[in-house]
């Protein structure tokens, strides 16, 4: 057998992953939701007919009252309008927090598990010492000195988050890095480079596809949660969790109000995280094989 053949991320096992993962009916209803619900984000701007920041006469009405599927808001928006708005700018903001926090994660994690030694023990002191900190501090400093941008709040769930990745992507590294194939790749001469990024990196990534579905599940929470304590994203930005916030007042007497945003939100993250189970059992080797 080859050293190539020895591999074990191979075309069958990613055929396998997909295979077992379209085979799990919870994994299935998790991404029929959330296409529905990015369906949504896309087109329901143009289909609706208002404007996310459009003030109207129509004052708290209820949904399907005067052409307001889901009602109006307490300063007459549509409030369809800017559930659909809220979708696709919490997708975004969740999408680019956990693209960067990757990629920091998989270099500084990839850096301390391949060469272990006195850089392994920096980079986890520092991880150990970063992870003290209560993440909800972080964020709200970082927030309350430069602003509440885009960019500022992408920024603070980046420092929040991307120890985890590192850590994750560390542990996998070293155990990809004793299996054998490795050795016999460093005894044939191949360079450094070529071991991680041909050998190791592919080997080590699974874990991390895992990562990727409870990280954006996360961030779309936390983004929320910022901006439901009134650090985040403010009015009339139409973030999911600002409306949230801004409708507590009516929960009593117009309740759809609240809980529209708050439904959404739920089915958002829930959809995600069903989509990460069934990529974590997809993915785990220990599963291979039973059915």
Do not use: C
């Not at 300063?75 to 708005?85: A, I, K, N, Y």
């Not at 270099?107 to 272990?116: M, R, V």
């Amino acid at each position: 057998m080859s050293m190539e053949e020895q591999i074990p991320v191979s075309l069958s096992y990613w055929q396998d992953v997909r295979k077992r993962f379209f085979g799990n009916k919870i994994s299935i209803v998790g991404l029929v939701i959330l296409v529905a619900l990015i369906l949504a984000g896309i087109i329901g701007p143009f289909i609706s007919g208002w404007k996310y920041d459009e003030l109207g006469s129509d004052i708290l009405v209820s949904p399907g009252v005067n052409g307001h599927w889901f009602g109006t808001d307490d300063l007459g928006r549509d409030v369809f309008t800017r559930v659909t708005f809220g979708i696709r700018l919490s997708l975004t903001v969740a999408i680019v927090v956990t693209t960067i926090s990757v990629l920091v994660g998989v270099t500084l994690g990839g850096i301390a598990g391949y060469f272990g030694g006195w850089v392994d023990t920096l980079i986890s002191r520092f991880i150990d010492t970063w992870q003290v900190i209560p993440f909800v501090l972080i964020g709200f400093a970082i927030i309350t000195v430069f602003g509440s941008s885009f960019w500022v709040i992408v920024a603070a769930l980046v420092f929040t988050g991307w120890y985890s990745t590192t850590r994750l992507f560390r542990a996998s590294v070293m155990q990809v890095k004793s299996l054998e194939y490795i050795e016999a790749a460093r005894a044939t001469g191949a360079t450094t480079k070529r071991i991680i990024l041909r050998h190791i990196g592919p080997n080590a990534i699974p874990p991390i596809i895992v990562v990727l579905a409870f990280s954006v599940a996360g961030a779309i929470l936390s983004e929320s949660v910022y901006a439901f304590l009134g650090v985040g994203f403010r009015e009339p930005t139409p973030s999911l969790g600002v409306m949230i916030s801004s409708s507590r007042n009516y929960l009593t007497d117009k309740p759809f109000v609240f809980f529209i945003p708050g439904s959404v939100l739920v089915l958002l993250t829930l959809s995600i995280v069903l989509i990460g189970d069934g990529l974590r059992d997809a993915l785990d080797p220990k599963l291979r094989g039973t059915k």
